[in-house]
Nanobody, 119 residues
């Protein structure tokens, strides 16, 4: 089993910044891809960004240039620096981790952290 603990969400004004963290623990041989998703009220859970085990990153267009995903493999931790936040970034943010070995087909999920951007 793998446990994910997210932190860093909160209330911020438009144009502000937040840094999310996702720490993985448990029976981990190796972490492959790590990703952030978000889900706004009444909407689907959508991919925001992901980072591969060798550090390659990808972002959805609406966050490119504002969000930066990173990871510390020694700590099994992923981060996302979110700058120039907009009201439409308001959502619950979930981390998702794919690990080597048996596990859920869609990876492990964190409990979510609320990000609210006020105008």
């Amino acid at each position: 089993q793998v446990q994910l603990v997210e932190s860093g969400g909160g209330l911020v004004q438009v144009g502000g910044s937040l840094r999310l963290s996702c720490a993985a623990s448990g029976n981990i041989l190796r972490i492959n891809n790590m990703a952030w998703y978000r889900q706004a009220p009444g909407k689907t859970r959508d991919l925001v960004a992901y980072i591969t085990s060798d550090g390659r990153t990808n972002y959805v267009d609406v966050v490119k240039g504002r969000f930066t995903i990173s990871r510390d493999n020694a700590k099994n931790t992923m981060y996302m620096q979110m700058n120039r936040l907009k009201p439409e970034d308001t959502a619950v943010y979930f981390c998702n981790v794919d690990v080597l070995g048996p596990g859920p087909k869609d990876g492990y999920w964190g409990q979510g952290t609320q990000v609210t951007v006020s105008s």
